[in-house]
């Protein structure tokens, strides 16, 4: 889902600033499923605009520049449930971390420990701010998402609790020196169950 196409929604939820936009992808009810930089909000804002999508109004504020405030339009609103109601591409799933963790082989222990460290942390951080997100939901939908992100946050959490460390002597095996199974398809599948 593009920038524009995703500004389109957090509005439906009330007018905003291009600021508090931001925010609600960072902090809010959005943060574990939408990622936007001010570098791509601004502009689509203004594409949003010049189509008749979204409208916006200009508020004073002490010692500060107006803020445009930024509110759904009936087209825009038209062209927000088209964009649901066609083909949802399928999520792409990036982890500089899991690169990190994929090559622990090549890192001194200690490093792998303060990563899984590092990253248990972030899934407690991310887990209170889901858990603020479905407390306030207003919606069946927002409260799905909001458990989804919870379940999913939760279960990484085990995961990185129970698992031993990549390299420590508890660790499991590479999976050249496990059995092999005659078809590499079935190899393969039996793999990914076995580590779920």
């Known amino acids: 889902m593009d920038v524009r196409t995703q500004c389109l929604g957090l509005l439906m939820r009330g007018p905003a600033s ?7 992808i960072e902090n809010g009810p959005f943060c574990h499923f939408l990622e936007a930089s001010f570098a791509a909000i601004y502009p689509a804002l203004a594409r949003l605009t010049a189509d008749g ?3 916006v109004t200009e508020e004073a504020q002490d010692r500060r520049p107006q803020k445009k405030v930024y509110a759904v339009t009936p087209a825009g609103r038209e062209a927000f449930v088209a964009a649901l109601s066609g083909p949802i591409e399928d999520d792409h799933f ?3 971390w899991l690169v990190a963790l994929y090559f622990a082989d090549l890192l001194p222990p ?5 990563l899984i460290a590092e990253r248990k942390d972030y899934c407690l951080r991310q887990i209170a701010l889901i858990s603020e997100a479905r407390a ?3 919606t069946p939908g927002a409260r799905y998402a909001a458990e989804m992100g ?4 939760r279960a990484e959490f085990a995961y990185l609790t129970q698992t031993p460390v990549p390299g420590s002597a508890d660790a499991n095996p590479p999976l050249a020196r496990q059995r092999k199974s005659p078809n590499p398809h079935l190899s393969a599948a039996v793999s990914v169950l076995h580590d779920v």
Do not use: D, N
């Not at 919870?150 to 946050?153: C, K, Q, R």
């Open 150 to 153: 919870l379940a999913v946050f």
């Open 110 to 114: 200690e490093r792998v420990k303060t």
């Open 18 to 24: 291009g600021y508090a936009l931001k925010r609600l």
């Open 136 to 138: 306030s939901a207003e």
């Open 53 to 55: 999508l979204v409208s």
């Open 94 to 96: 990036r982890s500089p």
